[in-house]
C-alpha cells in the first residue's frame, strides 16, 4: 500500500495568517491526490482533487499544487471556520489511503 | 442536493454482527461507485470497502476481507455493508461516500454522509 505522510501532525495559527500543509507520498502518485477538511464532530468535505483542482464551493483562499510525491495545501489567509483537521489521500492505487492528518488550531 | 445518511451501528458483542445502511438521495444512485470509509474514535480515515455503480464488482481493504460485504439495492437508492465476525478494533464511526464520477471509479470522494458508530465491546 502507498504510504501518505503529513506535515505538520499539528499547528497553531492566528486569523489571517498564511497556513501550508504539506503530504508526502511513500511512491510517485502522479497528481492523484486529494484534500478533505473535517470540522470536530463532522463528516469530511472534499477541499480539491487532481492535486490543484478546488472542490465545488471552495473558496479561492485555498490552494493545492504538487505531483510525484511531494503535494501541499495552502490557506493563504485562515479565516475562523478554517480551524480544522486536514487529511490528503492518494488514489493513484488501491487501495486509497489517507494521511494521519493535519490539525489547524487557533 | 446530494444527501448520504447512515443508519444501523450500535453497541456490539466481539463476534457479533451488524448491518449498516446508507439512504442515498440528490442524485443518480445507480450511476456511482459507492464506498464506506471509517474513522476510530480520534483518529484517521481508512478506506474499507467500494462497490460499482451495478453492484456487480466490491473491493475490500484487507484488514476487512472475508468478514465484511458490501451491497446495494440501486431500486431503493440503499448501499449496505454487512458486518460480521466484529473485533474490537473494528470499533470506529463508519461513513458511506461517493465516487465523483459518474462512469467508471475515480476513488477519491465528494460526497459524504455524517456516519453511523459501531462500537464493540464486551
Known amino acids: 500500500d502507498i504510504q501518505m505522510t503529513q506535515s505538520p501532525s499539528s499547528l497553531s495559527a492566528s486569523v489571517g495568517d498564511r497556513v501550508t500543509i504539506t503530504c508526502r507520498a511513500s511512491r510517485d502518485i502522479s497528481d492523484s491526490l486529494a484534500w478533505y477538511q473535517q470540522r470536530p464532530g463532522k463528516a469530511p468535505t472534499l477541499m480539491c482533487f487532481?492535486?490543484?483542482v478546488l472542490g465545488g464551493g471552495v473558496p479561492s483562499r485555498f490552494s493545492g499544487s504538487g505531483s510525484g510525491t511531494h503535494f501541499s495545501l495552502t490557506i493563504s489567509s485562515l479565516q475562523p471556520e478554517d480551524f480544522a483537521t486536514y487529511f490528503c489521500?492518494?488514489?493513484?492505487?488501491?487501495?486509497?489511503?489517507f494521511g494521519q492528518g493535519t490539525r489547524v488550531e487557533i | 442536493e446530494v444527501q448520504l445518511v447512515e443508519s444501523g451501528g450500535g453497541l456490539v458483542k466481539p463476534g457479533g454482527s451488524l448491518r449498516l445502511a446508507c439512504a442515498a438521495s440528490?442524485?443518480?444512485?445507480?450511476?456511482?461507485?459507492m464506498n464506506w470509509i471509517r474513522q476510530a474514535p480520534g483518529k484517521g480515515l481508512e478506506w474499507v470497502s467500494s462497490?460499482?455503480?451495478?453492484?456487480?464488482?466490491?473491493y475490500y481493504a484487507d484488514s476487512v476481507r472475508g468478514r465484511f460485504t458490501t451491497s446495494r439495492d440501486n431500486a431503493k437508492n440503499i448501499l449496505y455493508l454487512q458486518i460480521n465476525n466484529l473485533r474490537d478494533d473494528d470499533t470506529a464511526l463508519y461513513f458511506c461516500?461517493?465516487?465523483?464520477?459518474?462512469?467508471?471509479?475515480?476513488?477519491?470522494?465528494?460526497?459524504w454522509g455524517q456516519g453511523s458508530l459501531v462500537t464493540v465491546s464486551s
Open positions: 462497490i460499482s455503480s451495478r453492484g456487480n464488482h466490491m
Open positions: 489521500q492518494q488514489y493513484y492505487n488501491n487501495p486509497p489511503t
Open positions: 461516500a461517493r465516487d465523483p464520477r459518474s462512469s467508471g471509479t475515480a476513488y477519491y470522494f465528494d460526497f
Open positions: 440528490g442524485f443518480t444512485f445507480n450511476e456511482h461507485s
Open positions: 487532481d492535486a490543484s
